[in-house]
Every structure is written in C-alpha cells, then in structure tokens.
C-alpha cells in the first residue's frame, strides 16, 4: 500500500519568511496531493491540492510542487504570518484512499 | 450548512462499554471513510465504504466494526473499548468528481 513520508516534523520561521515542507510517498500510481492544515481540536482543512498531470499550482501565499518521477511534493508558504501556524500534513490518494503523512508543525516567531 | 455531521462531537465512555459513532452526510458521496487521531499523530484510515462494500485496512483491531444502512449514514462501533482508543474519529465523504475529501468536525472519544 501506499506510505506517504513527511519532512520536519517542526518548523520555526520568523514571520514574513519562507516555510517549506517536503513529503516523499512510495505509490506511482498515486494521482492526487492535497495538502490539510490542522488547528488545535479541529478537522483538517485543505489549503491546497495538486493532481499528478500538473507541475506546480499556486495560491496566493501557498504553492505545491510536484515531481512524479523522484515521487516527492512539497509546500511553500511565503510571507508568513502568525495565523499560520498549525500542523500541516501532505497525503497522498491512490485508487480510493488518501493517505496521510506524519505532520510538520509549524510554529512562525514574531 | 453542515455537509458532514458527526455526532456526539464529545463522547466519554468507560472501559469496556460498547460505544458507536454515527457520521451523515448530504453530499450524496458514495466513499464514506472513519479515521482514528491520536493526539499529535496523523490521521489512520480504519476503513472505507465504497457504495455498499466495505474495505478494512488490514492493521485495523477486531474491536471496531462499521456499518453504513444507507448511503447517507455510517457509523462506527467500537466493541470493547480500550484506554487506547481514546482518540479523535473523523469521518469524511468522496464522490463524483471530487478527489479530496470532505471532513467532519470529528468525534472526541475518552475512554476512562
């Protein structure tokens, strides 16, 4: 099955950098990358998704890059700010299932 | 307008006693799946329903069974509950052409 690796597990940024999160995962056949933000007790919300016939996608702040042959994407967040903070997880769905990665938390310093 | 509703979104049980989870939704997805989250881990897949059949991950416990009468509800029991399975349930929905997942808010279950 599908095994999704996620990099770091915490990340302290000074507010206004950059924050890069990286995930590796193990299916070829896995064809969607939705990225989840999870606050403190709440669901995960998806901040932003990648299908595997594009290259890169971006929203506003928030950019996912993808590479199908090394099976790596990773999250950039620019400009960050305090309201970004938060767990950020990476997945990965192959056939019906998405599967998670282990998390980074992100923590941004005034 | 709520699309996935999870009930009771808190739930304190004692060892041992049967507990079920309930998860509807109006979105007429045909996936429903239940994952467990400890705290300060990622989410695990349980299991999922594709329409009618049912499909267990294989390193989930004979403790937690699923049932979905419908397409709109599913629901998790958990047979014997264990000091361990406190945890977050979430339930989520797929259908069409939709990729993602559509979440609920989750189910906080303390076993005491």
């Known amino acids: 099955g599908e095994n999704v690796e996620q990099h770091p597990s915490t990340l302290s940024v000074q507010e206004g950098d950059s924050a890069v999160i990286k995930c590796t995962y193990s299916d070829s056949a896995s064809n969607y990358f939705p990225w989840y933000k999870q606050e403190l007790g709440k669901r995960p919300q998806l901040i932003i998704d990648?299908?595997?016939?594009?290259g890169e996608k971006k929203d506003q702040r928030i950019a996912v890059t993808l590479n199908k042959t090394a099976k790596h994407f990773s999250l950039h967040i620019t400009e960050t700010q305090p309201e970004d903070s938060a767990v950020y997880f990476c997945?990965?769905?192959?056939?019906?299932?998405?599967?998670f990665g282990s998390g980074t938390r992100l923590s941004i310093r005034p | 307008d709520a699309m996935v509703i999870q009930n009771p979104r808190y739930q304190v049980t004692q060892f041992g006693k049967p507990v079920t989870l309930s998860c509807s939704q109006t979105?007429?997805?045909?996936?429903m799946y239940w994952y467990q989250q400890k705290s300060s881990q990622a989410p695990k897949l349980l299991f999922h329903?594709?329409?009618?059949?049912?499909?267990n991950e294989a390193d989930t416990p004979d403790n937690f069974q699923s049932r979905r009468p419908n397409t709109s509800f599913c629901f998790l029991d958990i047979r014997s509950p264990g000091l361990g399975d406190t945890a977050m349930y979430l339930c989520?929905?797929?259908?069409?052409?939709?990729?993602?997942?559509?979440f609920g808010s989750g189910t906080r279950l303390t076993v005491v």
């Open positions: 989520a929905t797929s259908g069409g052409q939709v990729y993602g997942y559509t």
């Open positions: 329903y594709y329409d009618k059949d049912f499909n």
């Open positions: 979105l007429n997805h045909n996936v």
């Open positions: 990648i299908r595997s016939n594009v």
């Open positions: 997945a990965a769905r192959s056939a019906s299932k998405i599967i």
